[in-house]
């Protein structure tokens, strides 16, 4: 493969051209979509690293190579400029090649700031530089709600709203389970409240061994006082408190914040497991796959840091890597814009042993995923077999139109990948060009919008319509109007009561089959359709009710508008007075 083959006239003139600054990059392939994002400390130096020695380049960066048929540019100020930028691109144009967080939703946090007025803990899912405390992330959103009402009943602190707090005449019943000191009432003053808040703070930072003895201290003083009745309620805290001890999986007694990450690889699919310790406890973790990555492991990992701790995700005080990556310095220079970190590789010892830990999370992750894709496969292949496919559908979409009487007309598309849902790839049509209840029309509507934006990047192996053969004729007819014929069409019509009271089952309609083929048994292998059908049905309607709620909440505040007018309004017989 020589180097002459990609440095075409065109190409070779722009990579001339390239200024030596720090900046980002954009690899496009033939048909002009970007399928890599990076970003380098000289760009002509990196761009031309691409294009020379080809042959003794790494079988993945091969691939990247011969798909690249043009580049573009942006020129950045610095560094750390070219660091943000690349992540931006990277959220926006989702390259192929890339590793891209797209589930970048936070996790649970429990925030509490101590300054406000008889404070409380509540969740949230981001951690704003207000001055509050936080901690977590907690990985499963029911075990970190159970700690929150363990942690406020346990330490009495109040679980209502502010508004209710406020107003509160008289204790709810919390306080009468004894589950809360009430505060609302005055039953208890500020100053003994916040020596409870301080107490729970103990317990989330992990300073089990000073909350217990400060308890035991309390406890007995309260004994020698003969206020026995406070002296059991602290009596039982410290009971809560080791019980919940011991449930806790200590993995380090340093007690740092930490996030520990693991990796492990095979091809060109990737997994990456980070684990947050807080306080030297397991609080939890989370597992990532990333398909088609040609970067090398230390380039990806670098990525994934870059891209997770944006926005308002809590920065702990070490970040553990299994690799060390190339921009670590800059990366926690930007890092500590916001709260310092600092970022290790260790080579032994226990902080080795926990990247080890995190490293055997991310390859037993791995497994449980190839498992699942194999059986995908064969499922595919065994769907493929049965519709007379050329080869596995890797790319298949199913239709959908969901309305009542007519009103507000809706179509979805359902989209798998390999198997897999791509939520991405899902689209709403709102339907404009069909009066009254005609879904066959619908149908056509939204067939008709979806194939004239076919393109080579979403071209579809098979396309599946929620209906029976009279949706089939209609998807056909749209196809043969475009000039498509080379995408197999398949409607799937959904089991229903007949008129014995039995059930019929689930059949599939084929353009060149007669008679429709019966879904039977719990191993069809038609299941890949119809869950992708379902799929489509549930897409559908939840956005048809959607829009139906937002006419209801509409048409009410019409009617109170109107109402309220109509009360303002003179009558006529006092007009005429």
Known sequence: MKQEEYLKEALAEKIGSLPNNPGVYLMKNASGKIIYVGKARE??????????????KDPKTKILISHIADFDYLVTDTENEALLTEGTLIKEYRPRYNVD??????????RIDPSEHFPKYTLVRSMKRDGARY????????PVRDSLKWLSATFLLRQCSDHKFKNRSRPCLYHEIHLCSAPCCDYIDEESYNMQVEQSLLFLEGKNDTLIRELTDEMERLSEEMRYEEAAVIRDRISAVRTMVETQKVVA??????????????????GISILFIRGGRLMGSRYTLFKNILDENNLAVQSFVEQFYRGDRYIPEEILLPVEIPDSDMIEAWLSEYAPAEIKTPKRGFLRDLVTMADKNAESNFSEWKRSRESKEAALAALAQRLGLPAPPGRMECFDISNVGGSLAVGSMAVFIDGEADTSEYRHFRIKGVDGSDDYAMMKEVFSRRMKNLTDDNRPNIIFIDGGRGHLNIARSVMEELGIDDIPLAAVAKEKDDKKGGRTPDKVFLPERKNPIIVRGSASALFPALALRDEAHRFAVTYH???RKKRGIKSSLDDILASA???????SATSRS
């Open 43 to 56: 760009l002509k130096k990196r761009v031309v690293s691409y294009f020379t020695n080809i042959d003794k």
């Open 101 to 110: 967080l797209k589930d970048d939703k936070n996790y649970l946090c429990l």
């Open 253 to 270: 007694m340093d007690f740092v914040d930490r996030d520990v990450i693991g990796v492990y690889r095979e091809g060109l699919s990737l």
């Open 565 to 571: 007018k109509n009360e303002k309004r003179p009558s």
């Open 135 to 142: 901690f977590g992330p907690y990985s499963a959103a029911k």
């Open 545 to 547: 009710r959607k829009l």
